[in-house]
């Protein structure tokens, strides 16, 4: 199982970017996907995720609107459009997949196996 995140960069506030997790040795339609994120000293935090099962999404609360999964079936991919981004949006951005992760338990980072490189996402004038 091997993913791939591309898409990162600097961007002013205000901005936008696209985030694109492919994934290679596997289809990633049977499988829970989560996007994370972690900023300098704070924990890994759960963004967006598509549950297992029914593909239900979920996002978190600081999202509050701006951000947008979905999956692209063509590219064996899951994507994370990034909107008005802010300062405190910069941290680095995983995606990961794991099976049998249900609801909004598909935000909880410990239950994925497996992880992606990371993509930088910068946000600064």
């Known amino acids: 199982v091997q993913l791939v995140e591309s898409g990162g960069g600097l961007v002013q506030p205000g901005g936008s970017l696209r985030l694109s997790c492919a994934a290679s040795e596997f289809s990633m339609d049977s499988y829970a996907i989560g996007w994370f994120r972690q900023a300098p000293g704070k924990e890994r935090e759960g963004v967006s995720c598509i549950s297992s099962g029914d593909g239900a999404i979920y996002y978190a609360d600081f999202v509050t609107g701006r951000f947008t999964i979905s999956r692209e079936r063509a590219k064996n991919a899951v994507s994370l459009q990034l909107d008005r981004l802010n300062p405190d949006d910069t941290a680095i951005y995983y995606c990961?997949?794991?099976?049998?992760?249900?609801?909004?338990?598909?935000?909880?980072?410990?239950?994925?196996?497996?992880w992606g490189q990371g993509a930088q996402v910068t946000v600064s004038s």
């Open positions: 990961a997949t794991g099976l049998s992760i249900y609801g909004s338990t598909c935000l909880r980072a410990h239950l994925y196996a497996y």
